[in-house]
């Protein structure tokens, strides 16, 4: 969850971002050489839709040192705004570099549906593991496990990443929506499963399985043009 003091146009932070180094804004020392701002000097398209970056706004995050950053967004015709992110056009879990070279814009919702494929690819291999199905009639996503044998310590690792990138993804959504994490309970075993290299798996993967299934649903709900309320049952 951010906190915001002021916006800025494409036009006045480009060129910071050119220079690099820190500058002053809103009486805020700011970074503005970051890979990440890099970024948005080749495009301030995303590569995947038609969107582009409206404004910069500057931001820091709630509840945590100030720390006063850059964050760029797309505001659609009716007011709504979404965030703009540095994709890695080879990903990090598949090997790729962290440098300029491997970087795009992108909008927020392509990123997280691009997840971790690669450029040629049409489903990563998380997703081959556990398939999302939609039926007909219904918009509640399910996921069947087509792989599962409790021997195979491959396929928990491959569970247990699939939840990491729900994680991921049901994180920058909140972030990006300003919800507090707090809002929903079992947010945080979610990211303890999936963060903690040393866990000895007590749950039984149908259970692993039903929170990457709510981390979904999750993300379904707040990855619209018109998010969904909060339900009761989610709040603490």
Known sequence: MYKRISIFSPEIILPMI???GKVILSDKIVRVGSTRLKTYLSSQQCAFCD?????????TTVNQKECWHLNPYHQTSDGREIMFTSDHIIPRARGGLNGISNRQPSC??????KGDRLPNEDKSPRELLIKPIRKKEGA??????????????????SIKSELMIRCNQ???????????????????????????PQLNWEKKPDDIVDLIREAQDLIDQFDTPD?????????V
Request: glycine share 2%.
């Open 18 to 20: 050119q220079k690099g």
């Open 108 to 113: 927020g919702p392509c990123n997280f549906k």
């Open 140 to 157: 509640q996503r399910r996921f069947k496990n087509v792989v599962w044998h409790p021997s195979d310590s491959k396929a928990m690792q």
């Open 51 to 59: 969107r582009t970056i409206s404004f910069f706004a500057l931001e």
């Open 170 to 196: 049901l994180t920058n959504l909140l972030k990006a929506r300003h919800i507090p994490f707090k809002q929903f309970p079992n947010f945080y075993e979610m990211l303890y499963l999936a963060n903690n």
């Open 227 to 235: 998010p969904q309320p909060i339900p009761d049952a989610l709040l």
